[in-house]
Antibody
Framework: EVQLVESGGGLVQPGGSLRLSCAAS????????MHWVRQVTGKGLEWVSG???????YYPGSVKGRFTISRENAKNTLYLQMNSLRAGDTAVYYC???????????WGQGTLVTVSS | QSALTQPASVSGSPGQSVTISCTGT?????????VSWYQHHPGKAPKLMIY???KRPSGVSNRFSGSKSGNTASLTISGLQAEDEADFYC??????????FGGGTKLTVL
């Protein structure tokens, strides 16, 4: 069964850092592009970052320079290093596998990040 | 890159059909047939319903269909059922390895 399981969420102070992990199983992780998506409570989904199978990474302007996506293929794990966190980064963070036509399937269950003093 | 525009809410009675629109620009929806749709029940993982504008993944009911005209993509749900009630999001490639979601539409089954 193809599965993604996120971990690493929690409470962090403004200006702090946090690293999220996403453990993949059931497929050849190294051959797929992977992504992070977040949902602020009461708001919509927002694409946060992507990394291709070669390790090239991509970000929207809202997180560029603060967030870093990476992957460790030997451990079938995707990471999101988040620095200079702000209250507006409080959200549930999902990892997702990119598949046909740039669609995302499956998604993990998400991990909650709360940025507050 | 701005979010794609979706209606905040739509509703329909069981058995009816509803259509959710997703309006982008000539830089995203209008330029690429890389539009997908996701169903999201609160507290659960989003689920892929449509990819590449109109293709259905294995296991997704044929009551769900997608289309595109110009800068606007659409998701149609026919034969509405109570379990269809959820939030729906469109998603498109916007060039230069950038991706963008729609703002989301809450579907209510009356």
């Amino acid at each position: 069964e193809v599965q993604l399981v996120e971990s690493g969420g929690g409470l962090v102070q403004p200006g702090g850092s946090l690293r999220l992990s996403c453990a993949a199983s059931g497929f050849t992780f190294s051959t797929y592009d992977m992504h992070w998506v977040r949902q602020v409570t009461g708001k919509g989904l927002e694409w946060v970052s992507g990394i291709d199978s070669a390790g090239e990474s991509y970000y929207p302007g809202s997180v560029k320079g603060r967030f870093t996506i990476s992957r460790e293929n030997a451990k079938n794990t995707l990471y999101l290093q988040m620095n200079s966190l702000r209250a507006g980064d409080t959200a549930v963070y999902y990892c997702a596998r990119e598949t046909d036509g740039g669609s995302f399937d499956p998604w993990g269950q998400g991990t909650l990040v709360t940025v507050s003093s | 890159q701005s979010a794609l525009t979706q209606p905040a809410s739509v509703s329909g009675s069981p058995g009816q059909s509803v259509t959710i629109s997703c309006t982008g620009t000539s830089s995203d929806v209008g330029s690429y047939n890389l539009v997908s749709w996701y169903q999201h029940h609160p507290g659960k993982a989003p689920k892929l319903m449509i990819y590449e504008v109109s293709k259905r993944p294995s296991g997704v009911s044929n009551r769900f269909s997608g289309s595109k005209s110009g800068n606007t993509a659409s998701l149609t749900i026919s034969g509405l059922q109570a379990e269809d009630e959820a939030d729906f999001y469109c998603f498109s490639y916007a060039g230069s390895s950038i991706w963008v979601f729609g703002g989301g539409t809450k579907l209510t089954v009356l």
